[in-house]
């Protein structure tokens, strides 16, 4: 079947470095893609978000982009910070008869190194 | 800021044994979810649950699993006789509409004995 994963299962990054977390996706129809960070022992937290009409989205110190030609999407963090070790998912929202479930891939671990 | 809110944090059960896990969605939510997560794996859909009834359901939600909106703001995933692989955490989700994003609850860490 379809799915979403990860190209790096961990990645370690120095304090005030920037973070670069890539994902793969198979589902072309697919039409939303979420990245949210989980922190151990808690649930999913949305990050940003971007609908497959788009390129590129930015948030605070965070940018998605989103490569429909080559199925991939990638989540960059700037000047990360300690509080931004956590696991990475990227998540697809799949489309067609009305199936809207979340996908999940496996996740990335991000270690900051202070 | 609304959240999405789980009880308990953490179940331990019998094998063999019922258990419900509860969830509050977001007031103005309208679509509900079941996720689970075993341990060091990814986060799988179970279900989603709209107008009271279930919208769409995976495999791994069999005949042992069932979901409930009893009132207004509760909803529900019963486990009627739960199995050792049942360990996990399960996480609610709610959202206004669909194509939009899901926002979690903290996840009940459930344990089978």
């Known amino acids: 079947g379809e799915s979403v994963g990860l190209h790096l299962p961990t990645l370690s990054v120095q304090e005030g470095d920037n973070s670069i977390i890539n994902c793969a996706y198979s589902?072309?129809?697919?039409?939303?893609f979420i990245w949210y960070k989980q922190e151990s022992g808690k649930g999913p937290q949305f990050i940003i978000d971007i609908r497959s009409n788009m390129d590129k989205r930015q948030g605070q110190r965070v940018t998605v982009l989103l490569n429909k030609t080559v199925k991939h999407l990638s989540l960059q963090i700037a000047a990360t910070q300690p509080g931004d070790s956590a696991v990475y998912f990227c998540?697809?929202?799949?489309?067609?008869?009305?199936?809207?479930?979340?996908?999940f891939g496996k996740g990335t671990k991000l270690s900051v190194i202070p | 800021e609304p959240e999405v809110t789980q009880t308990p944090s953490h179940q331990v059960t019998q094998m063999g044994q019922e258990v419900i896990l509860r969830c509050v969605p977001i007031?103005?939510?309208?679509?509900f979810y079941w996720y689970r997560q075993i341990l060091g794996q990814k986060v799988e859909f179970l279900v989603s649950?709209?107008?009271?009834?279930?919208?769409?359901k995976s495999e791994i939600f069999d005949d042992q699993f069932s979901v409930e909106r009893p009132d207004g703001s509760n909803f529900t995933l019963k486990i009627r006789s739960t199995k050792l692989e049942d360990s996990a955490m399960y996480f609610c989700?709610?959202?206004?509409?669909?194509?939009?994003?899901?926002?979690f609850g903290p996840g009940t860490r459930l344990l089978v004995l």
């Open positions: 649950f709209y107008n009271n009834e279930i919208s769409e």
């Open positions: 007031s103005n939510h309208l679509y």
């Open positions: 589902n072309s129809a697919s039409d939303y």
């Open positions: 989700a709610s959202t206004t509409i669909l194509l939009e994003t899901q926002y």
């Open positions: 998540a697809e929202l799949g489309s067609g008869a009305g199936s809207y479930q979340l996908t």
